[in-house]
């Protein structure tokens, strides 16, 4: 497989919408990780999919020897849009999309961006899904990757998978600092303690506008 070719594809492919504060590193981390995967039929869930970039990464990187899963929720109709489109343009399938918002929605952070671009977001979905609804629709068994980027509301997705019986193999999410529920990075690592995850990696973005970062993994059994 030749990763640089396929990752050259996927960008020519692809309309993007913004970036993250550890683009390079985090998709370098990202192949790396599903270096790992040994489910039979991997499964991504991308919250906050927006282009799907990482989405559509994931897919390419099985679709020779696998039969993955892509399910991506999105709370915007126009980045819903956008990604059905790059989904389309880079021609993967077994993709699902969800307009519909995880976890409470941080209202004040999509009126700060509407104040700058008011026809980015387009209609924001006023339907809430959960992981657990997810797995009863989908019948999971198990989600090699879960990557989240969801303006805070990664909390309760991480809270909610302490009462789930799942297996999640790895976790990449962006957390932030100035979200309706404050700081999430601490209280994310303290989640991924309860979860039994191993960090990866945890970088808390302190200086001007950006994300943090962390990458999270199972741990094996017997391994504390």
């Not at 892509?70 to 993967?92: P, W």
């Not at 601490?186 to 990866?200: A, M, P, Q, R, S």
Request: hydrophobic share 40%.
């Amino acid at each position: 497989m030749n990763i640089p070719n396929i990752l050259e594809e996927i960008k020519q492919n692809t309309k993007f919408q913004g970036g993250a504060s550890f683009e390079d590193f985090q998709i370098r981390a990202f192949i790396d990780a599903l270096g790992n995967t040994v489910a039979r039929n991997p499964t991504m869930i991308e919250a906050g999919s927006n282009d799907c970039f990482y989405s559509i990464l994931f897919n390419k990187l099985f679709e020779r020897t696998e039969k993955p899963l892509n399910i991506c929720i999105e709370v915007s109709d126009k980045l819903i849009e956008l990604g059905r489109a790059n989904v389309l343009a880079n021609g993967c399938d077994n993709f699902s999309f969800k307009h519909a918002r995880i976890g409470e929605l941080d209202e004040s952070y999509f009126d700060m961006i509407k104040q700058s671009n008011p026809n980015l977001w387009g209609n924001l979905s006023i339907e809430t899904i959960t992981i657990k609804n997810l797995i009863k629709e989908f019948e999971l068994k198990e989600i090699s990757m879960l990557h989240m980027d969801i303006q805070g509301s990664e909390i309760f997705v991480l809270e909610e998978l302490i009462n789930l019986d799942i297996v999640v193999e790895d976790i990449f999410l962006s957390t932030h600092k100035d979200s309706l529920f404050g700081s999430t990075h601490g209280k994310c690592i303290d989640l991924f303690k309860k979860l039994n995850f191993e960090i990866v990696f945890s970088d808390e973005y302190k200086g001007g506008y950006g994300d943090g970062l962390i990458i999270a993994k199972r741990k094996s059994n017997g391994q504390s």
